[in-house]
């Protein structure tokens, strides 16, 4: 029998650990310098509050766990039996199942912030790094537990949100230098456009077909429109968004002509044009305003932002919004927000596949004292105390094993120095440091030791 | 209907995280000052992983997950039914369940190791801070959902490795300014005096009467220990221990008559002393060698050691010991290891009932930039900016609300120094702040703000 980790789940050795924390770190930080608050919620929910919640998929991807101690009392479990069948199976599940795993941090949240209104400073702005997991197929890139790294900022209309959270973006992959283009929308002209053509519900497929321009062209967009049951007409009136190109500026000149007569685009437009201003003020010149982007588009209406990578072929790194009514569902109404959530695993991908993890985050531990013996070893302690209250870290080799075998552990954990400390050196009050990359070797006296590494 | 967190489990809010966060980082920072590296396993594993490995009554408190999309094919539904009743419950969860939720990390942790012997550098020494879940009844401070904090160092016999984890242990909580005592004992020893009474099996109902000398002295233990099945001739050969006290080395005196004859005894004799010099050298001087701690028997083959709290009444803080095999189940012969695991959540309790929660805790943003209005929100942006990239936290209100309005959420954050900035100091170039404990106000030049917070 084999014990291996379950399908679609990850163990993270030490080095990828080391990454991931890298990334988590950074976002954290600037979340942080931002007063943006840390919570947490549990990774189970009642089912209650999770069914309903992603649509019919989604119901059937929620990890359900099994209720404990006395779930199959015998009347629980002869109408399960009748609901057996794979139609209603979900319904059934629900009869042995009260609980399930967290399959987003949007939804536990909306029922956190129902649950502790009156502990909350409004405008409440919080951020969440916690695993979700969903009962996919796993495939490549597609995982069973995966983290998601959102910040909200919720109980506030004013833009000056949407700039913070594109100022957090955009530090954010500053910091981890990752070059990127920061994709901006705003549902409320995507619902403008549609409308002034006569489908307002068929923005999706208007979209769809926009997205689809660089690929196949403007007369493969219009067969495809064709297709999708609108008329020559339609076509016809949608063709200067079809063919909008050019500068911010130049885009949002053009809509301003398409919508003019249409109170929510003008709107959107405006909202657009505030946030595109308020970046500039801060320095962000990455942001393209892109009429395709279309994400979220049932949960999302104002903002729609989206980011991708420069410099390798990756699908979006980090999306987000503006919503109305978060917290209906929960019973509380009129709470409306924006949030971004970076994805965590795709940025890992980029920044593997372009080589930008720190050099140094291998190194883990500093010094490594090798252990020659017993009395040898007892000043070793002694000396890594030291280095460990200057913040230097370090290990005494728990055996005096051979010193090829010490050298090779300290060859294979990339500790950069390695502290030599034999009967010699004890009795002359020195050590002996060597640079495990150049092979140098220097003695000191121990009490120099800690100045020596700072 | 009302939505809550599953019963026995918590959401954190912010400043409940910023207490967690400044216990699990103080934790991180000493073990990584000793060089251990951080490994993460998935929240699910297989429950043939999982289950009997933690007895019959962990098989019952383990969260098992219903199987997705396919579980309930007619043929596996048909046994399930049959094997349906409680004393075959576990059998029959196990049908329609193929995956279980973490119960501890150790479980989790020898998988891993069996799994990436390949990719890991022994002596391994690694830190995991997870949640872990148990279907248990929830009660006051006993959650279904709570966090584990290890580390072990596995692949190494050396004694060393046991003195490194007693100077995380002094470390992590001179850093939290929490007083305790490490109580320290060694399997061996209680096994050789069951075996020098004649009852090696009997280790258990020896060290839980010992325990009780406090409570029900002498000769309450004594009537214990009859009512155990021991004769008066075994309880006349115990009583040296039931005995035993004063100093570290008195305690040592008094067993090496003991267990002079037993040779198991006199190694753990040797191993304890060889634990309580090298504390000595590296100044630890909290650690009470304790006859009576008998923690994880079962498990543990050398050191056991427990953390107690000297001013707060509360059980167990940290504990931790040596031990055999840890692999063996998955297949891996012959790894052996000493690890501890801090008790997160009970040395939150001691703190938060001690006051030793650092004041500025409750701090997470620096200085709130009142909002006047767009011309002076937009001045405030520019700036904020700069105090960010000096690593100072700050945020500017979103919403040019009442000044009332805007120094209350000041307050209520706990946020120590607000910035204003009006038509005035926009001609002038100045910045009002104001802090908010003392009330004082000053004026300065918009370009010494970054310099004023330094």
Redesign the interface.
Known sequence: ?E????KG??????LQ??KR?YIFDTITSVY???????????????L??LMGKYGEEGD??L????D??MF?RSEK?SSF?QE?N?SR?NK??SM??E?G?RYDLTVPFA??V???QN???F?F??YQIQ?V?R?DKPQKGRY??FYQCDAD?IG???L??E??LL?IIS?VFNRLRLNVTIKLNNRKILAAIASIIGHEDKITEITVAIDKLDKIGLNGVEQELSQDGFTNDDIASLRPILQIKGSNEEKISTLKTFVSTNEQGVKGLEELQYVLD?CK???IDNVEFDITLARGLNYYTGAIVEVKADDVAMGSITGGGRYDNLTGI??LKDVSGVGISFGADRIYDCLEELDLFPEDIKT??NVLFI?FGEKE??KC??LA?NL?SA??????Y??SSKMQKQMK?AN??N?PFVCLLGENEISNNTIVIKNMLSGEQTTINQHELCQYFK
Chains 1, 2 share one sequence.
Not at 63 to 66: A, E, G, P, Q
Request: aromatic share 8%; hydrophobic share 40%.
């Open positions: 029998m014990y291996k980790a379950v789940t990850r163990d993270f050795l030490p650990m080391q924390n942080k310098s931002h007063g943006f608050l840390q919570i947490e919620t549990p990774a189970m929910e009642n209650s509050t059937k991807l990890f359900k766990i099994l404990s101690g199959l479990f039996e057996i794979q199976i059934a599940a042995i199942c609980k795993l029922r956190f129902v649950n502790h502990d909350i400073v405008p702005k919080r695993p997991w009962a069973r537990e900022i506030s209309n004013s000056m949100n700039v913070e100022e530090e308020k003020t801060v320095g929960f019973g883990a531990t252990n070893s007892e302690l002694e105390k460990r913040n230097i870290s370090c290990e005494v728990p055996d552990y294979n954990r500790i």
